[in-house]
């Protein structure tokens, strides 16, 4: 009698995924095979996206999430538990600018001198603790995967050093005291997880996607969706001796 064996499948979730460089890397994933789970807070919308996903052959399935209310996040977490019984990369996705679907030149709102703090609170809520509570929720399903990988999608704007330069690329920018800071700290963040989790075999890096075209600029961005997602892809299948701790754009590492 043959003994029938099993094939292993990849999971990947990928939030806020139902638009933008999320679903651009959800789909770059279910291209190379794996299942990726779009995470979205509009149901409708996700699914959407995910038939989307599908009907170009991919294995995906959209999964109600909001990464500021812990219940869903963990709901979602039971249910991967559930159904796959392991998760193999987490994109950490869902980011909020704070200043709506205005280009960076017009996020007047940003000023350090006159934020509404409330603002600036919504923006790490959803930036920084958001991506603290899934990857906390995610981490047992991540530990029973054989190459687990984090990818925390950042900015070039979170950069200190290309920040501070008076001359340099972002100098032209409005003052962000929501916004960048959020990235800022989410990269640091990415340093600290990546410490504790590297005795562990779980590589988690930060990613710069560039100035991509999405509704969170309204579409000022000149790189394509695709463009943007290939780094989120590439550190989401790294190998065994991949970096880990590290900020990487698709240019190669962007400095802290």
């Given at each position: 009698?043959?003994?029938q064996t099993t094939t292993y499948q990849a999971v990947a979730l990928v939030t806020g995924a139902n638009k933008g460089i999320g679903r651009g890397a959800a789909e770059q994933l279910g291209a190379l095979g794996m299942t990726v789970l779009i995470?979205?807070?509009?149901?409708?919308?996700?699914e959407e996206a995910a038939a989307a996903l599908r009907a170009v052959g991919c294995?995906?399935?959209a999964v109600t999430l909001d990464v500021t209310d812990p219940a869903t996040v963990h709901d979602i977490a039971k249910l991967i538990g559930e159904r796959y019984g392991h998760l193999d990369v987490l994109i950490n996705n869902a980011g909020i600018t704070g200043s709506g679907q205005v280009s960076p030149d017009d996020a007047q709102d940003q000023i350090p001198s006159t934020v509404d703090v409330d603002?600036?609170?919504?923006?790490?809520?959803?930036n920084v603790f958001g991506v603290i509570t899934m990857t906390n929720a995610m981490l047992p399903l991540l530990q029973r995967s054989p190459a687990p990988r984090v990818v925390n999608v950042a900015s070039h704007a979170a950069s200190l050093t290309l920040n501070s330069d008076p001359?340099?690329?972002?100098?032209a920018l409005?003052?962000?005291a929501a916004y960048s800071p959020s990235k800022t700290a989410l990269t640091a963040l990415t340093v600290q997880y990546a410490n504790e989790l590297r005795k562990d075999g779980i590589l988690v890096n930060a990613v710069a996607p560039g100035y991509v075209a999405t509704d969170s600029n309204n579409h000022?961005?000149?790189l394509t969706v695709a463009q943007g997602a290939a780094i989120l892809v590439r550190l989401a299948t790294l190998g065994a001796d991949g970096p880990t701790a590290g900020f990487f754009a698709e240019e190669g590492p962007v400095p802290w």
């Open positions: 009698m043959n003994e995470g979205a807070r509009d149901a409708g919308r996700g294995d995906a399935h603002m600036v609170r919504a923006v790490f809520e959803t001359d340099g690329p972002l100098s409005v003052p962000s000022s961005g000149f």
